[in-house]
Each structure stands twice: as C-alpha cells, then as structure tokens.
C-alpha cells in the first residue's frame, strides 16, 4: 500500500506543487515549510508571510490554494518524520504513491529533506521522545531457582526477575540535563506469569 494515498485534498494539492514552473522555487518554499517547525511543532505563517508567499509564487491565486498547498508539503515531511524515510526512500515514495507529482518536485522534496531533515527528526525527537516522556530504554532479566533450604528439602521455587530501565523527558537530570534514567525491579514467580 502506497505511503501517500491519492485523496482529493492531496490530488488538489500535488496540481499546485506542478504549477512551479521552477524546481529551485519549490525547494525554496519546502526549505521554508522545514524552517518553521521549532521543537518538532509547526508554527504557521503569518499573514505578511502569506501575503509575500503569494506575491512570489503567482500560480497560487489565494489563501485557500496557499494553505491547501502548505498543508500537504507539511504531510510530506510528516509521513517521512513518521516512517522515518530516507531522503532517497521519501522521493521513491512519492513517486511510487502515482500522486501524479512531477519528478523535479519530488527530487525536491528529496533534497529539503537531506538537507533539513535530520534536524526537523531530532527537534521532534526532544519535544515528543517519539512515544511519550517516559521510554523503555533498556531491560534485562534472569531466572533465580531456589533449590532447598535447611529447613525444607526438595523445593523448586523458580522465580523471574525483570530489570526495566526508562528515560523519563519531562524530567532531566541536573548535572547532565539528559532524561531522568530510572530502574525498576519486577520479581514474578512462576504461578504469577503464568495467570
């Protein structure tokens, strides 16, 4: 299944990408869609913005066209953040979606994200950890077996311990202002993991 389906707004929207005469314009513009994502979130354009954005690309007749056509750039990038694509993995994806977009403007879409995507991933990667503020980072386990005691013979008590260690974001540590690490023992006989 394609990464990029064929509904109407986005079928709208790759007809706007294909009215830029000029592939070098359309980089431009997709380096200035990257450019405003701070901290892995979007900030908009302004209205002056619009209005220059407008003024410069003279096949986009009105806001409406303007915002349709922002708004699918910035799925794009979304969907390539998402499925964390390779520069040369996101323009084969567009191409291969049959969107009808042109392959100088998919080479752009592949050059804005080489040059500005490892950057957009990791701002994204700080705001939202990619999952939550709390990550599993690591974990380890082992079976403990308790064989006998001096007061009683001949026991098995099989027993699982769970060692889970998670990267809390939301919290850093003060004196490396990395994520708070944190450790979590679990112990589970062999009745309790098997319920």
Not at 119 to 147: C, I, K
Request: hydrophobic share 35%; charged share 25%; with cysteine.
């Amino acid at each position: 299944m394609p990464l990029f389906q064929n509904t109407e707004k986005f079928t709208n929207a790759v007809s706007l990408m294909n009215t830029f005469d000029s592939p070098q314009q359309f980089f431009k513009l997709l380096n200035h869609i990257l450019s405003k994502y701070k901290n892995g979130e979007f900030e908009g354009f302004s209205q002056v913005e619009k209005e220059r954005l407008l003024e410069l690309f003279t096949s986009i007749k009105n806001d409406k066209q303007l915002i349709l056509l922002i708004d699918a750039c910035s799925y794009v990038f979304e969907q390539a953040l998402y499925n964390s694509l390779n520069p040369e993995k996101l323009y084969q994806e567009l191409i291969d979606s049959q969107t009808g977009i042109l392959d100088t403007h998919a080479q752009a879409f592949q050059e804005a994200w080489k040059k500005q995507g490892r950057e957009y991933l990791n701002q994204a990667r700080e705001r939202h950890s990619l999952g939550g503020p709390v990550t599993l980072e690591n974990f380890d386990w082992r079976l403990q077996m308790q064989l006998s005691q001096a007061d009683m013979t001949k026991i098995k008590t099989p027993c699982a311990l769970f060692e889970f260690t998670t990267l809390d974001a939301s919290q850093k540590n003060n004196e490396t202002n990395k994520p708070k690490e944190e450790k979590l023992l679990v112990e589970f006989t062999r009745d309790e993991l098997y319920l």
